[in-house]
């Protein structure tokens, strides 16, 4: 009886039951699929997304890529992420080297644009008019540099502190002269 088991056994062929044949199928498939998702995992890069774009240029000012200044930043960082350097030279920052708008030499300046017979904003003191030209930078247009180049957003991407640091540094500014 054993005898015979065994003959029978040596004389088969492999994968000629069914369930040889399913369990190969499903192995190729297995090996299959794995090849595919090899080949094509470096294509697929999923839902990963790009780090958000420095902002290096005045068009690239816009409201998706400035974030939040929340105040705990440094001065630096505020002025850099908010895009204010592309647009502004501000002593002291070293990055901050634009020519689109005014050196920002408040120290000096907020005064003498109160004391411009044009002047039209609402502020009554030099932190007010910092703030006003920050916030509502319509309110007063720097004779010699065009409206509507300096953003008029800043008021949803400054809090109240990240402002409150701005100001307080740019009133520390006195011109130096040209
Ligand atoms: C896309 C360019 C641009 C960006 C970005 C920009 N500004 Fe300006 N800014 C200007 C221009 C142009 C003026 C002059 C016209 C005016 O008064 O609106 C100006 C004027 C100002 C003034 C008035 C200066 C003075 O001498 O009276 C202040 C203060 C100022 N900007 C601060 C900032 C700060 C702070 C930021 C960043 C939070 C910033 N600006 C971002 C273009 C820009």
């Known amino acids: 009886?054993?005898?015979?088991?065994?003959?029978v056994a040596a004389d088969k062929k492999p994968f000629q039951s069914d369930t040889e044949r399913f369990i190969l199928l499903g192995l190729l498939c297995?090996?299959?699929l794995w090849t595919i998702n090899r080949v094509f995992a470096?294509?697929?890069?999923?839902?990963?997304r790009p780090d958000?774009?420095?902002v290096e240029t005045a068009s690239d000012v816009i409201p998706a890529n400035v974030p939040l200044?929340?105040?705990?930043?440094?001065?630096?960082?505020?002025?850099?992420?908010?895009g204010c350097t592309v647009c502004h030279t501000i002593p002291g920052i070293r990055v901050a080297k634009g020519r689109e708008g005014p050196p920002l030499e408040l120290g000096t300046n907020a005064r003498k644009r109160l004391a411009d017979p044009a002047y039209r904003g609402h502020?009554?003191?030099?932190?007010?008019?910092?703030q006003e030209s920050i916030l509502h930078p319509g309110a007063y247009v720097v004779a010699g540099y065009p409206d509507h180049v300096m953003p008029r957003w800043y008021g949803r991407k400054?809090?109240?502190a990240a402002l409150e640091k701005m100001i307080r540094y740019l009133l520390r500014?006195?011109?130096?002269?040209?």
């Open 42 to 48: 470096p294509i697929d890069t999923g839902d990963a």
């Open 158 to 160: 400054l809090s109240a």
């Open 69 to 82: 200044a929340t105040g705990r930043e440094s001065i630096d960082k505020i002025f850099v992420q908010s």
């Open 1 to 7: 009886m054993r005898q015979r088991v065994k003959a």
């Open 123 to 130: 502020a009554a003191t030099e932190w007010e008019y910092v």
């Open 30 to 32: 297995v090996a299959a």
């Open 173 to 178: 500014i006195e011109a130096v002269g040209e």
């Open 52 to 54: 958000p774009p420095a």
